[in-house]
Every structure is written in structure tokens, then in C-alpha cells.
């Protein structure tokens, strides 16, 4: 027993160690091309500035309803301490990280007493997964919320073991529960897990208070949501029960919901084994270039994520086949590792599967908190595949040959793992005394990224402090520039046009057209809709700035301000500065 438990804490220390030196290894410095880490940056500043819970970034300064506030409080807390320090910021991450590593580390021991190297083996193919080295480095919510879940989870566990102090860790499983799900929708799933585990258990008061009182807590953001939307506001409630572009055509009610949740079902599934042996999206050592963008008449692909449209598509290639069979093995593992009416992680599993079914975009990443299971169902699978071939192998030869499959998946995870390190290691070196914004933290990603990048900092040096940036990342542009920046969304060239002068109100127009092609969201196409919208008004827009190829172009628009009624066209007849 004694020998038991100094192996176990071996293996936590241990665990804790590599995410350290992964999390450092791996630390990306630069602002993520992303859109929502600028936007959870925007929101802890106007926390911190004492402007509210409002979009700072835009113009106007809308007040936000889309995003949850747990994450910008926390984000405000650090910005208070460290000021808008980004490697600072992003420090925050990497700790919950490590607390991730270590409590999934807990949670699983307690699932599989009589191994205690099953959840070793669990924590490496967390850690070295490519969407967690991705989280723990940038500004998301997703590591906060893993780590405040997993808390819960463990609190819940305890709640139903410890009949005499039930009470305390009851509290403890609320009031984590209340911030996971004040952190992303997925803690809504939390409720009914919280529920149905203590409940399976006979801990007939512990499954009414613990979701009562989360319920409790969670009363005033939904009567706020809930009011939003019947205002029209941008909510997740809104979203949920409106239809969307992704639904089926025409469709309404009970085939509307039957459509998404088969779209989603199928979706999730291939997620399943594309998250949990993720390989590196982009591999490259070298600055990549960018495929030419399509021609000006090319009309936009369908809005998806890449990776997801496929679930859905007639043909299925070998990468396809690949994540099918991980899939199906990670599913094998969680029924392998249900005991008698399951465990919290369990049911939260299901209850997340089944809020995901109703969302209105099925997306690769909304998986990413439930990868800690994952790797444990996987693990698991891998383990008792061999016991099969009882028939033809000993026991202790079946056995072996299940350590022998788990430590060749662990080796796999850490090339992968190590594969994603290196590459933003080597990036760091080549960067190393420049600030955050710095194109050249850009050029693995894409030349195109660290084009766009260059014009968000000529951007902050040439043009006035009132000056609105319309932009397809336009938080990155704003955290960059300090600059007012907002989207266009209309999906014309007259649309365009038409959203630009609709800006105009607020200060100068400047327009970065990107060089990004179809490679982001497609209903924003700078090359389809805004580049032609530019250069059909030669006497309203100018060029003011333009890199090497991949271009990346300004473009400041002389139109009628909102104030005189005249034109300004102080930058009209001002040659474009080329890179």
C-alpha cells in the first residue's frame, strides 16, 4: 500500500513536471490569431478601466451579451496585478494548466485504484496533446474551465463518499460548478451530472442542494440572458433556439432540432478521434506561403470550421477512416470504465454530449474540456483490446500486451506533443527580444498572418487616436493598434461598401484587406467583397500601406463625415508606403 502510494505520487510529481516544462517550452509570447482572445482581452480591460462588462474594442462600445463573464473577471483579476503585461496574461493559462494536469491526475487514480500508472499514462496523452499545449499558451477560457470542472468533479466524488461532511464538499461542488458554468456553457451540463451521480448514490439530500444552490446562483446571469434575447440581443440562449445558417433550409421545430442534433451527432463523434491523438495543424519550421487568394468573382465557400465540414461529406479518405477508428475506440474505453451507475465524469461526459447535440455549431474545439476523459477512456480501450485474445494468449501475455499498446500510444502522444513544442520553441528563438506584436512571431504560422500583423503595427504608428479600423480580426487589430475596430459582415460588394461609410461616423475609416483568401471566416471575404468595394470608389479610397507579397493592404476611405458633411481626403493624394 505504502509502496502503492510513493509510486502514485511519483507519477503526480512527475506529471506536474512535464506540463512545467512543456508549458514553458511551449509558450507562445504573440497575441493568438484567434478572434475570441481578443475579445476576452477587450472585456477584462473595460472591467479594469471600470467601463463595464462592454466591447471596448468596437465602436460605440456595445454592451457584450455573447460572452459569459467568468473568464474576463478572471482575466481582470490578473490585469489588476500585472497590468496588460500579455506574458503575464498568458501565465495564467499555463497555471491552470498544471492544476488541470493535477486533478485529472486525482480524478482518474480514484477511477482506477489498482493502477495507478493507468492515469499516468491518461495525464501524458493529455499533456502532450496538441489542442492542450494550444490552450495552455494563449488567452482562452477553455484551461480555466477545465481546471474549475475537474474541481468540481472531485468535489462531487467526495461529496458522496464522506456522508458526515457532505456538507462542505457539497459546497465546494456548487461553488466550482457555478464558476465553470459562469466560464463557458459547457458547465450547464454540471447541473443535471451533479444530480443524477449523487442521486444513483442515494445521496437524496446532497442531489437536492448541490444543483439547488448552483441553480440559485445561476438565476441572475439566465433572467439576464433571457431578457437580452427577448430584446434581440446576441445571446447563447438566443442562438440555441433560433435557427442558424449551419440548420437545414426551411426548416423549423421538432425536423429543424432532429437535423442539427444528426449534423452534431456526427460531428462530435469524429471529433472524438481527431482531439484525442491530435496532430499539429501546421507544421512548418520555415515562413509558409500562402495559396493565391480566388479570383474577385469567386464566391464564398460555406461558413464551417476546418476539419468538420468532412463528418458530413459523401467521401471518406484515410484520415477519415483514422479518426472513425479512434472515435470508436475512445467510446469503447468510457463503456470499458463504467462501473455500476458510473462516476461524475461519466455523467458529465453524457450530459455535455447531449448540450453540444442542441448547440447551433457543431465545432471540434467545444470537445477540448472533455479530452482529460477522453484520454482516459482511450487508455483504458487500449488496455483491454488485448484481454480479446485471451482465447489464444495467456493472461499475463494479454496483459503484457496491453502495456506494451498503451506505452506505444504514449510514444506516439509525445512525438506529436513534441513535434507542436518545437515548432513554437524554435519560433521563440527566432524572435526572442521582440515585443509580442512583433510580425516575425508570425511566420510559422503563415506569411499571411504576419503580414496582416504588420499592418495592425503600421496601423498604430500612422494613423489618428479616433481612427476606426475595419478588420477581419478586428480585436487583434484593437489590442495591437489601440484602434476602434469592427467586422463588415455584408456579404456584397455594394454591402460592403455600404458597411464602410456606415463606420464613418465614428472617426476616419481604415480598411485592412487581408490576404487570407477562404482560409477564415468566409462571410468577412476582404479579397471577395472588399477589395472590389475599395477599388470601385478610386476617388473615396487610397492605398496608404501595402506589404511584400502575400499583400496585405490599408486602404483609408475619404467619405462624408458624420459631423460637417464634407470630405475627408487628407490621405487622398498620399502614395501608399510599401514594405
Known sequence: MGSSL?????????????????????????I??????????????????????????????????????????????????????????????????????????VLIRRQAPGAAWIAGASALVFIMNEETL????????????????????????????????????????????????????HGLALVPAAFAFLALRRKWRAAIVVPGLIALALLPWAWRQAHITTEGGHTYLKSTLGTTEEDAPGASGLAKYAHRIGRNAAVHFLSMGRTVLARPDHLSFTPEVTPPPPAQDAAPVAADEAGDADATSGGIDKGMMSRYFLAAVVLLGAIVTWRGPGSAIHWYVVFTFALLLVTPWPRARYLFPLLPFFAWFFISAVLWL?????????????????????ASACGLALLLGSMTVSQQLIANLGARGLPYWAPQRYTHEGLDIANYMRAAVWIRGNTPHNAV??????????????????????????????????????????????????????????RTWWGPALRGHPGEATVVYETQPPEVRVWALHSPVAAGGESDRSTQDRAPVRD
Open 386 to 406: 488485448p484481454t480479446l485474445l485471451r482465447r489464444w494468449l495467456s493472461t499475463g501475455a494479454a496483459t503484457r500486451l496491453g502495456k506494451v499498446a498503451v
Open 134 to 185: 494550444h490552450y495552455a499558451g494563449t488567452v482562452y477560457s477553455e484551461m480555466l474551465f477545465v481546471l474549475l470542472s475537474l474541481g468540481a468533479l472531485v468535489a462531487l466524488e467526495r461529496t458522496a463518499e464522506l456522508p458526515g461532511r457532505w456538507w462542505r464538499w457539497g459546497l465546494l461542488a456548487a461553488l466550482l460548478c457555478t464558476a465553470a458554468t459562469y466560464t463557458r456553457p
Open 32 to 105: 493568438d490569431s484567434g478572434g475570441d482572445n481578443g475579445e476576452y482581452l477587450a472585456l477584462a480591460r473595460s472591467l479594469v478601466d471600470g467601463t463595464g462588462f462592454r466591447m471596448i474594442a468596437e465602436p460605440g462600445e456595445p454592451m457584450e451579451t455573447k460572452r459569459w463573464p467568468g473568464y474576463p473577471v478572471f482575466l481582470a483579476g490578473w490585469m489588476l496585478v500585472f497590468g496588460e503585461n500579455l506574458a503575464a496574461l498568458k501565465t495564467a493559462s499555463v497555471l491552470c494548466f498544471a492544476g488541470a494536469v493535477g486533478l485529472s491526475w
Open 6 to 30: 510513493s509510486r502514485g505520487r511519483w507519477q503526480l510529481a512527475t506529471a506536474l513536471a512535464l506540463a512545467a516544462l512543456v508549458g514553458v517550452l511551449g509558450f507562445k509570447p504573440a
Open 469 to 526: 479600423i475595419v478588420a477581419r480580426k478586428p480585436y487583434q487589430v484593437y489590442w495591437v493598434s489601440r484602434r476602434k475596430s469592427d467586422v463588415v459582415w455584408n456579404g456584397s460588394i455594394d454591402g460592403a461598401w455600404q458597411g464602410f461609410n456606415e463606420r464613418a461616423g465614428y472617426g476616419p475609416v481604415y480598411v485592412i484587406e487581408d490576404a487570407f483568401a477562404e482560409r477564415y471566416d468566409p462571410r468577412a471575404q476582404s
